[in-house]
């Protein structure tokens, strides 16, 4: 949402029967948060103590032109499959993305993202690892060429990040060269992850890791323009730490990522 359009929807002749100062703090949240389609902006009304019924919401967004459209642009989906190079695992998650348990399940995949031109001089590759219980990125990487050490690196981060688990963590992707290598699955084994993979060319198999590189793309250069690769990194971490503390989501209880783990490591203490 443009500033603009906040200001304008301010300064319209108010003609609805809500109260201008409820009206007013719907604006801004969604200035705040581009991507907060009208349920969102109604778990973020909850949290702050005003209890409004999400068709309420709704109706007030649609007569101040302000309903999310984020969303609507298709995203062109990295390929980093090169055959069979290594050695395959078989798919253990078989699309169970839901768990009660945080670190039991994390997906992971690299997608594609550009700055400036968009040419494909001015490509950079984003991989990240994402819990399924709380749609958290547990670890990140962003660079130049997306080779093994690449997906490699964020893996070492997580591993040395993750808590003692009383059970094993699954780490699931796809058939991508990096995921057959050699290192990244004697990393795994060191340190008793289990492998699961998509089946060959079956997306919907990694659908949560799909959906959360939408989001980012949305949340940075699609609606975003970055001059330079720098100025690229520092968009995608402030994005990430956005995304992890401070978007909330619906699935969540109105909660973020990093919120809905630390109230479920309150009710296990």
């Not at 907060?36 to 009304?45: K, M, N, P, Q, S």
């Not at 499959?81 to 670190?103: D, M, Q, S």
């Not at 994005?239 to 401070?246: A, I, L, P, R, S």
Request: hydrophobic residues 30%.
């Amino acid at each position: 949402m443009a500033s603009s359009s906040f200001h304008y929807a301010l300064r319209r002749k108010d003609d609805s029967r809500y109260p201008h100062k409820l009206v007013a703090e719907i604006l801004q949240i969604r200035l705040d948060n581009p991507d907060f389609g009208y349920r969102t902006v109604t778990a973020e009304l909850k949290n702050r103590g005003k209890r409004i019924n999400h068709k309420v919401v709704l109706k007030i967004m649609k007569q101040n032109n302000v309903l999310c459209h984020a969303f609507d642009r298709k995203t062109r989906k990295y390929n980093s499959y090169r055959g069979t190079v290594g050695k395959l695992a078989k798919n253990k998650l078989k699309r169970r993305f839901n768990t009660n348990r945080p670190y039991q399940k994390v997906v992971t995949d690299v997608t594609e993202l550009r700055w400036g031109t968009g040419s494909t001089n001015e490509r950079a590759y984003f991989t990240a690892f994402v819990d399924l219980f709380s749609n958290e990125i547990l670890s990140w990487n962003l660079g130049l060429s997306p080779n093994v050490d690449f997906v490699t690196t964020p893996l070492k981060d997580l591993i040395k990040s993750k808590p003692q688990l009383p059970y094993k963590m699954l780490i699931h992707s796809d058939q991508g060269f990096q995921y057959q290598n050699r290192s990244y699955i004697s990393k795994l084994k060191e340190n008793h992850i289990i492998q699961s993979m998509s089946r060959k060319a079956t997306c919907l198999d990694n659908a949560v890791v799909e959906s959360f590189f939408h989001i980012l793309k949305v949340g940075t250069v699609h609606n975003n323009h970055y001059a330079s690769y720098e100025e690229l990194k520092i968009g995608i971490t402030k994005y990430v730490d956005y995304y992890n503390n401070k978007r909330i989501r619906t699935k969540l209880a109105g909660k973020t990522p990093v919120q809905y783990r630390e109230l479920s490591n309150q009710f296990s203490a």
